[in-house]
């Protein structure tokens, strides 16, 4: 099981806005200030693309922008496009802990 | 450009034995903590272990504790992962990935598959 709580899928179509959140248990909580979402295509490594909550790794679009409250961080990312089409993972507590992963369909 | 490459994966026996490397260039490899990070297929990633900057700390995952050791060689800039009394559930893609300089990991390699089959 998992350490951080990611819904198994999520959806938009193109140019929608989509957000994925990460949920820590009680006794295990989402570390406040270092959490950082990862992409992966099927059969690539996957790639930072938001580290610290909400800082933007380099070369990453401000379509993709982090938040958290109350032991929830969430991914939201705006104009969705086609090849936003990926696994997405959140992880924590200096990378030791990572969610189960979201699927991301771009309709 | 930061790069990190794998090698050593392969088929092997359960309770074998097997070491992967992790060559890295385009950074100062003794500054960062280092990490193996894997994926069984259709699965999820995991952490298993990481390293200190200078491989005097090391920690790991329970599920591989005394079963795989991390390691590195900061003159050859080389990371290292032994795994023994390895086991079908160890099948995998085994990532290794850079420490950033902020807690949590910010580069990682292309991955190199281990499985574990009779």
């Known amino acids: 099981q998992p350490a951080l709580t990611q819904p198994p899928s999520a959806s938009g179509s193109p140019g929608q806005s989509v957000t994925i959140s990460c949920t820590g248990t009680t006794s295990d909580p989402v570390e406040y200030t270092f959490v950082s979402w990862y992409q992966q295509y099927p059969g690539k490594a996957p790639k930072l693309i938001i580290y610290e909550i909400a800082r933007r790794h380099s070369g990453v679009p401000d379509r993709f922008s982090g938040s958290y409250s109350g032991n929830t961080a969430s991914l939201t990312i705006s104009g969705l496009q086609t090849d936003d089409e990926a696994d997405y993972y959140c992880s924590s507590h200096g990378g030791t802990r990572f969610g189960g992963g979201t699927k991301l369909t771009v309709l | 450009e930061v790069q990190l490459v794998e090698s050593g994966g392969a088929l092997v026996q359960p309770g074998g034995s097997l070491r992967l490397s992790c060559e890295v260039s385009?950074?100062?490899?003794?500054?960062?903590?280092m990490h193996w990070v894997r994926q069984a297929p259709g699965r999820g990633l995991v952490w298993v272990a990481r390293i200190d900057t200078d491989g005097t700390n090391t920690d790991s995952a329970d599920s591989v504790k005394g079963r795989f050791t991390i390691s590195r060689d900061n003159a050859k800039n080389i990371l290292y992962l032994q795994l023994s009394g390895l086991r079908a559930e160890d099948t995998a893609v085994y990532y290794c990935a850079r420490g950033s300089l902020s807690p949590g990991i910010d580069y990682w390699g292309q991955g190199t598959l281990v499985t574990v089959s009779s």
């Open positions: 385009g950074f100062t490899f003794s500054s960062h903590w």
